[in-house]
Every structure is written in structure tokens, then in C-alpha cells.
């Protein structure tokens, strides 16, 4: 049985795929046109098939994605064509909960702006000297303190899709006794998660902002999310809310999103990725206090490649046992 690797994986993961499939033959090709050479006869394709490979496709019964997010993989023959498109959900869940979770201790606690102030070399609290507590000094200063960080067991999180990262950031953010609801295209399907207060349908997502001080985005790039969080669905937030983003970037509106922060109609954002990427060095984002920018790296850990290859391979052996395959998607939900 041939296979099509695209683009081509490094000699130790072709060697570690060689040994899980001895029977079958592997085309690693190095860029797209020996890709689309090594079609003819290609039973499946290990990384990204194009619409030129797919022309060229005369067996093809299965694609894996070497990633979760399919927005880049997906194109109208590829709906169309009856092969099975599996994709790496699930691999990041952990990983990027503890991201999560960093962002918000960041926001609870200041950590952010006292990074910030070290490098000045600034011995203050958040929100000035006035911020300073001194049980001393009567009624007021404790005020002070309240709006300077925010007690976790005392406040709500919103997920904007519940699958294996929004379920992993739920179980975290409970440990932390923040109560927690969620919304979904299918609520059904989602991880069953005791202490999760509710999953709601997708219809519900502005009742879902109005009760959450972080909403966090952990939905794919479709269709449907595409542009969802523009002024209107920013607006439904509360003012003291931040909103965090581990999904993609196309589904935050980055202008309406800096003129909601330049207005003050929400307390900041985490955000790891963007409409555009890398973010533009001159992207009014970078300059906001209370925003918090890293480079699509949250699902960055030494366990993620080792789990790509465990997955990869398990899927391998079930697609040569004939057995149905792990992460099949919906293609035309993603198009
Ligand atoms: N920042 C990063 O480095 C990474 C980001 N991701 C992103 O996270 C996404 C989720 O990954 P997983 O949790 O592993 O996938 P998953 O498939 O387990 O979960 C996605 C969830 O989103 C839901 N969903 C789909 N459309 C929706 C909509 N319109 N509204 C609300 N929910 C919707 C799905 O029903 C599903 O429950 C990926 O598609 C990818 O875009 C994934 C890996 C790394
Ligand atoms: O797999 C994905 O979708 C990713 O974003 C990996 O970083």
C-alpha cells in the first residue's frame, strides 16, 4: 500500500512510521510537486494534500492533518471527494490549560504588570501607590486592593468549545474554585466534566458572556467562528471581563478588539493567536498594559511531539487493519 508524507517528516518519524506500517510504502515528498508525482496509486496522505495533489489522487481513502485546526487543509474537492479526513484534536488539551491557567493568575494577580515594573526596577502595586494596603489606614484602601486583583474562587469562566482543551482548562480553573459554564456547536458530544455548571448551544454565547469575568475562545476556526467575536459579541461581555484566545485567530476581530481596550469595555486580553500572523510589530496591541501576546506558541511542551507520533502511528495501524480511524471530522462542517 503507498502513502504520500507532505511535506516530508524528518528521517527519525519516517523511520518510527516505517516500522509501524513494514508493509507499506512511503513517499516523503519534499515539496509539492514530487507530492503531487507521488499521487497516482496513493491510498493516503500523511500531512497536507493540496488541490493539485488531489487532482492527481486516483485511490485516495484517507488524510490525516498533522494538525488539529483543519482551516488551512480544507478546500471545496476535498469536501467533495468521499476519502476520510482525520485531524490531531485532543493532542493539546493539557499543555494549553496550564497556559490558560498562567494567563489568568497573570490578570488575578498583576504578575504581567510586575514583570513590567521589574524591568523599570518599580517597587509598587498595581494600580499606584494609593493601591497599597495598610489595615492601618480605615475604610478605603482595602478598596483599593479589591480592584487591584480578583479572588479566582469567587469568579466565573465562559468556554467558548468544549472539546479536549476547553474540557482540560474547565478542570484546572475548577481546582482553582472558579465556577465554570460553556457553550458548543454540540453540546451532546462534549467531555462529560462533573462540576462543569452547564453546556449550553451556541445560541446561548451572550448569555455566556454576561456571566463570565474570563471567557476563553477554545473553538476551531470555521465557518461559524469565523469573525464571531466582533464589537457586538465583545460588547455582550462585562466590562471587567477579559477574554482569552487558544483557538484561532480569525475568530477574534482585532480592531474592534483594540478600540473595545482603548475604550475600557473590557479589562484586557491573553491572546496566542491572531488574524494575522506573526502579529505586526507596529499592532496597536502591543502597547496595551492589560493584554498579554504570545506567539501561537500555548501548545508548545516536550510531550506534544511524542503524542503527534503515538497518535499518527495508532491511526496508521487502524487505516492498514481496516479499523475505523480516531479524529474523523465533519469536512463540511469546517468549509
Ligand atoms: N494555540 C495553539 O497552539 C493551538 C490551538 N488549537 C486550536 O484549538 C482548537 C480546539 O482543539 P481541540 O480542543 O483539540 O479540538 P476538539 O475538536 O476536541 O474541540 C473543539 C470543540 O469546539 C467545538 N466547536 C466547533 N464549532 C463551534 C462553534 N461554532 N461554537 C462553539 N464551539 C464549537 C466542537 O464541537 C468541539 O467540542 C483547534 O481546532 C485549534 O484551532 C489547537 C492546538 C494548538
Ligand atoms: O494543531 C494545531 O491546530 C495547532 O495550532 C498547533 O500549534
Request: proline share 7%.
Amino acid at each position: 500500500m503507498k502513502l504520500v508524507i507532505h511535506p516530508a517528516v524528518e528521517p527519525d518519524r519516517l523511520a518510527a512510521l516505517m516500522e509501524a506500517a513494514p508493509e507499506a510504502e512511503f513517499e516523503n515528498a519534499a515539496d509539492e510537486d514530487s507530492a503531487v508525482e507521488a499521487m497516482v496509486g496513493a491510498e493516503a496522505v500523511l500531512g497536507k494534500i493540496t488541490p493539485r495533489m488531489l487532482a492527481r489522487a486516483d485511490r485516495l481513502r484517507w488524510v490525516q492533518s498533522f494538525t488539529a485546526s483543519l482551516e488551512h487543509y480544507i478546500f471545496p474537492e476535498l469536501v467533495e471527494h468521499p476519502c476520510t479526513l482525520t485531524n490531531m484534536r485532543g493532542l493539546f488539551g493539557d499543555v494549553i490549560a496550564d497556559q490558560v491557567m498562567g494567563y489568568i493568575l497573570c490578570f488575578a494577580r498583576n504578575l504581567h504588570t510586575y514583570v513590567r515594573h521589574q524591568v523599570e526596577r518599580r517597587y509598587e502595586p498595581a494600580g499606584g501607590e494609593s493601591a497599597r494596603v495598610s489595615f492601618a489606614a480605615g475604610p478605603g484602601t482595602v478598596n483599593a486592593m479589591d480592584r487591584a486583583t480578583i479572588f479566582l474562587p469567587g469568579a466565573t469562566m465562559g468556554i467558548v468549545g468544549f472539546g479536549a482543551i476547553g474540557a482540560e482548562i474547565a478542570r484546572r480553573a475548577m481546582a482553582f474554585g472558579i465556577t465554570v459554564h460553556a457553550v458548543d456547536r454540540f453540546p451532546d458530544r462534549c467531555p462529560k466534566l462533573e462540576g462543569v455548571e452547564e453546556i449550553w448551544s451556541v445560541d446561548r454565547l451572550h448569555s455566556l458572556l454576561a456571566q463570565s469575568d474570563f471567557v476563553v475562545i477554545a473553538a476551531p476556526h470555521t465557518p461559524e467562528t469565523e469573525r464571531l467575536f466582533d464589537a457586538r459579541t465583545i460588547d455582550a461581555m462585562r466590562r471587567s471581563s477579559y477574554l482569552i484566545n487558544v483557538g484561532r485567530g480569525a475568530i477574534v476581530v482585532l480592531d474592534d478588539l483594540v478600540d473595545a481596550l482603548r475604550e475600557g469595555r473590557i479589562a484586557g486580553a491573553a491572546l496566542d493567536v491572531f488574524e494575522v500572523e506573526p502579529l505586526p510589530p507596529d499592532h496597536p496591541l502591543w502597547g496595551f498594559p492589560n493584554v498579554i501576546i504570545t506567539p501561537h506558541t500555548a501548545g508548545y511542551s516536550p510531550v506534544v511531539s511524542p503524542r503527534h507520533l503515538a497518535a499518527l502511528t495508532a491511526n496508521l495501524r487502524r487505516f492498514l487493519r481496516g479499523e475505523p480511524l480516531a479524529n474523523v471530522v465533519e469536512k463540511a462542517l469546517w468549509f
